[in-house]
C-alpha cells in the first residue's frame, strides 16, 4: 500500500466508479480492512504533517464509514504516543459493523473520547491539527444543526489560528463528482490537505472543491490498480515524456521562416474596448505565432506602440484566407459584430471563440447552426456567465456541475471546450474531460481571458492539434499565474498584460526541456 501522489492518481473517478471498486476491493480484502488501512495511511501523513509528537491532535468521527477512517486514525496515533482527542459524532448503536469494530478498538487505546455536547470545550482548545472524518463520499441531504455548529465553528477556528487540517477522504460537505457543495447552507470544513482514498476525485479539482479540500495526496488501499475502470477525466499535468509528441508541434528547424508558424487574426475591439485584441494579440505573439494581426470592427489604432510587431486594420481591409482566428475580445453584441463573426465561423479555418463571440452565438440561433456545421477546429473558451448563456442556465446551474457543463457544450456545439474559472475544465465533444491544476485568484482580473484566447490561436497556429492546444493553454496559462505569483507579482496587482512573458518563458522551457535533436548542440 502507497500514500502517493502518482501519475495515476490523473485519473479521475466518479462516486459510482468508487463504489464499483469498493465492491471489488471487498471480495479481495474486508471492508474492515480497507477502513484499517484508511486510517494506518491518514495516521502516516498525520505525522508527516506535524511532526511534534506532543502537539495536542482532534479526530472528529462521524456516523458512517468515514467516521471509521477515522476512529482508525485516532487508534494509530495514539499508538504512535500522540495526544489525541476522538470526538464522536452520531450514535454508537447506530453504526455500521466496521465502524464499530474501529470504535472499539480506538475507545480501549490512551486517547480523549470526547461527544458532541462538549462542542464549546472543542472550539476553545489550540489544536495542532484537526482530522476531518465526518462524512465522505455518503452524505447525501443537508445538515443538521448540530452539524452546522461544528463546521462553521472549526472553520472560524482555524481561519484564525495556525491548525491545520486534514480531511479524509474529502472535505465534510464537498461533493466529490463536481466539487459544489452537497448541501444546500453551502457547509464545508476547510482543509489544508485531503488524504483521499481508492482513487483521486474530480470534484476535489474544481469550484469549492478547489477552495476546500487543499493539497491533495490519494491512496489506493491496496485495490489492484489494473481493476481500476478507464478513467475518461483526467488532471492535466504536464509530463515532457508523455507530452513529446504534442510538444513537437513547437519545434523550430532552422530552415524555416514565420510562414511555418502560422498568422494569428484577432477580431473584435470596438471603440473603448481595443484593449481586449491588444492583450490576445500580444499574448499570440509572445506565444510564437509567426504572424499577429488584429481586425478592429472600428477605427483602427494605427500600430500597438508596444509591439509594432503585431498589423492593426480594420476588419473589413482583411481577406481571411488561412489565418488562425480568435473572435470575440471586445467584439461588443451590435448587428455590425453579428454579420462580421457569420462571415468569420464559414471561413474553413480554425477559429477560438471568446468573450463577445459566444455571447453572440447565444443569443442567435443562425450563428449556432452555422458554428455546429463547421468542420475546422473550433476551441470555446467561456467563463461560468459566458457557458450559462450558451446553455440558457443560470450561472449558479454552470457552477452547481462544471463537468457536465462543459461536456454539454462541447456536444452541444460540435467543439473543444474550455470552461474557466478555478479549476478550468477542457472538454472535447466524446464527453473526455481534463481539469486543470495550475491557476490562482490573481487570475481574477481584466483581461485574463483574453491572453488565454490569444495563446489557443498561438498554439493552432504553430500546428498543435485542438484539444492538445486547448490543454497546453489552460496549463500554461495557470502556470504562467503561479510563476508571477511566486516571484512576488501577485495575486493582489496581477496584470493581464504581464501574463504573455511569463507563457513565453514556459513554452521555451518546455522546449528545452524536450531536448528535441533540433534544438541539441551539435558537436564542432
Ligand atoms: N466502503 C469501503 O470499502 C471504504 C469506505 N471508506 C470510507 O467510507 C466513506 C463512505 O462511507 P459511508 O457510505 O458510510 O458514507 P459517510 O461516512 O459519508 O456517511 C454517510 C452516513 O451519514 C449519513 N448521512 C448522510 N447525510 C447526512 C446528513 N446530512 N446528516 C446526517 N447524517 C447523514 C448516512 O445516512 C450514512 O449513515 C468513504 O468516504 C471513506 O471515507 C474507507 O474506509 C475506505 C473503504
Ligand atoms: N480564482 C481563479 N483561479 C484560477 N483561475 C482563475 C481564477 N479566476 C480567474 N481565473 C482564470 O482567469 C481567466 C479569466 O478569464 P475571463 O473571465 O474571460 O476574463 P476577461 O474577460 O477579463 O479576460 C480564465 O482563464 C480563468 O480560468
Ligand atoms: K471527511
Redesign the pocket.
Known amino acids: 500500500m502507497t500514500t502517493h501522489i502518482s501519475p495515476e492518481s490523473r485519473s479521475l473517478l466518479f462516486c459510482s466508479q468508487i463504489r464499483e471498486l ?1 465492491s471489488f ?2 471480495t479481495q480484502q474486508t ?1 474492515y480492512s ?2 484499517q488501512k ?1 486510517g494506518i495511511a491518514a495516521a502516516r501523513l498525520a505525522a508527516g504533517i506535524l511532526q511534534e509528537k506532543h502537539l495536542p491532535v482532534l479526530i472528529i468521527a ?8 477515522a476512529c482508525e486514525t485516532a487508534a494509530r496515533l495514539a499508538m504512535m504516543g500522540w495526544h489525541c482527542t476522538l470526538l464522536m459524532y452520531g450514535e454508537p448503536g447506530k453504526y ?1 459493523e466496521d465502524t464499530k469494530k474501529s470504535y472499539t478498538f480506538a475507545s480501549e487505546l490512551p486517547l480523549t473520547l470526547q461527544g458532541y455536547q462538549d462542542l464549546s470545550d472543542i472550539l476553545s482548545t489550540r489544536w495542532a491539527l484537526i482530522i476531518d ?1 465526518l ?10 444543526e448540530h ?1 452546522a455548529e461544528l463546521i462553521n465553528g472549526i472553520n472560524k477556528l482555524t481561519v484564525r489560528s495556525d491548525t491545520a487540517v486534514l480531511a ?3 472535505p465534510s460537505g464537498i461533493n466529490p463528482d463536481t466539487g459544489d457543495f452537497t ?1 444546500t447552507q453551502m457547509l464545508a470544513i476547510r482543509a489544508d490537505y485531503t488524504l483521499t ?2 482513487a483521486n476525485k474530480p470534484g476535489l479539482h474544481t469550484a469549492y472543491g478547489k477552495d476546500f479540500a487543499g493539497k491533495v495526496f490519494v491512496d489506493d ?1 491496496g485495490i489492484q490498480v489494473s481493476k481500476i475502470p478507464e478513467s475518461r477525466c483526467l488532471l492535466i499535468e504536464v509530463d515532457i515524456e508523455a507530452d513529446m509528441l504534442a510538444l513537437s508541434s513547437l519545434r523550430r528547424l532552422p530552415n524555416t521562416h514565420k510562414g511555418h508558424y502560422g498568422h494569428v487574426l484577432i477580431i473584435g475591439g470596438v471603440q473603448g474596448m481595443s484593449g481586449a485584441c491588444l492583450l490576445a494579440g500580444r499574448s499570440a505573439l509572445l506565444a510564437g505565432a509567426g504572424k499577429v494581426s488584429i481586425g478592429f470592427l472600428d477605427a483602427a489604432a494605427s500600430f500597438d506602440a508596444l509591439h509594432p510587431e503585431i498589423m492593426c486594420k480594420n476588419i473589413r481591409d482583411f481577406t481571411v484566407t488561412n489565418e488562425v482566428l480568435v473572435a470575440g475580445p471586445g467584439m461588443g453584441t451590435s448587428h455590425e459584430a453579428k454579420k462580421i463573426l457569420q462571415d468569420m465561423l464559414r471561413k474553413n479555418t480554425p477559429i477560438v471563440i471568446d468573450a463577445d463571440a459566444l455571447n453572440l452565438i447565444a443569443a442567435e440561433p443562425e450563428l449556432q447552426v452555422v458554428l455546429r456545421q463547421k468542420t475546422s477546429p473550433v476551441i470555446l473558451t467561456p467563463h461560468p456567465l459566458e457557458a450559462a448563456r450558451l446553455l440558457g442556465k443560470s450561472i449558479t446551474q454552470i457552477q452547481h456541475d462544471r463537468l457536465s457543463a462543459a461536456k454539454q457544450l462541447a456536444t452541444t456545439f460540435n467543439a473543444i471546450v474550455i470552461l474557466k474559472g478555478a479549476g478550468s475544465i477542457v472538454s472535447n465533444p466524446n464527453g473526455d474531460i481534463l481539469i486543470n491544476t495550475t491557476g490562482n485568484p490573481g487570475l481574477s482580473t481584466g483581461g485574463t481571458g483574453d491572453v488565454l484566447a490569444g495563446l489557443c490561436g498561438a498554439l493552432l497556429a504553430q500546428g498543435m492539434p485542438t484539444i492538445e492546444a486547448a490543454k497546453f493553454a489552460t496549463w500554461i496559462h495557470g502556470k504562467a499565474a503561479d510563476e508571477l505569483v511566486d516571484s512576488g507579482i501577485g495575486p493582489i496587482g496581477l496584470c493581464a498584460g504581464e501574463l504573455p512573458q511569463a507563457i513565453r518563458n514556459i513554452l521555451n522551457r518546455l522546449v528545452r526541456q524536450s531536448d528535441f535533436p533540433s534544438q541539441r548542440q551539435r558537436p564542432v
Open positions: 469498493e476491493g471487498k471492508e480497507l477502513m484508511a462521524g456516523p458512517g464509514n468515514n467516521g471509521g477512517d455500521s472524518g462524512f465522505g463520499i455518503g452524505l447525501t441531504r443537508d445538515m443538521d452539524y479524509l477522504d474529502l448541501n482514498f481508492i488501499l
